[in-house]
Nanobody, 110 residues
Framework: VQLVESGGGLVQPGGSLRLSCAASGFTFSSYQMRWYRQAPGKERELVAIISSAGSTNYADSVKGRFTISRDNAKSTVYLQMSSLKPEDTAVYYC?????WGQGTQVTVSS
């Protein structure tokens, strides 16, 4: 199993980014996928979940700003982040089937 995140970077407050997580080594379409994040000095927290059927759930802190989606044909899960705030700065991790990606850094700063 391999999960590879991409799409992080530096963005100004109010900006947008789309993270991607390419999965391999398992039947992607059959499993729930999640995005987590970990800010410096803080515990890793759950950001968003998407079920195999496509239903979604979000942390209160990102509701209305972030959207999780999946493309089963590409074995990829996405996290569209809009109206970004400095407090969204963190390393973002993809999670599925008990495995973690390596993380991608998102920095929101002017």
């Amino acid at each position: 199993v391999q999960l590879v995140e991409s799409g992080g970077g530096l963005v100004q407050p109010g900006g947008s980014l789309r993270l991607s997580c390419a999965a391999s080594g398992f039947t992607f379409s059959s499993y729930q996928m999640r995005w987590y994040r970990q800010a410096p000095g803080k515990e890793r927290e759950l950001v968003a979940i998407i079920s195999s059927a496509g239903s979604t759930n979000y942390a209160d802190s990102v509701k209305g700003r972030f959207t999780i989606s999946r493309d089963n044909a590409k074995s990829t899960v996405y996290l569209q982040m809009s109206s970004l705030k400095p407090e969204d700065t963190a390393v973002y991790y993809c999670y599925g089937l008990g495995y973690w990606g390596q993380g991608t850094q998102v920095t929101v700063s002017s």
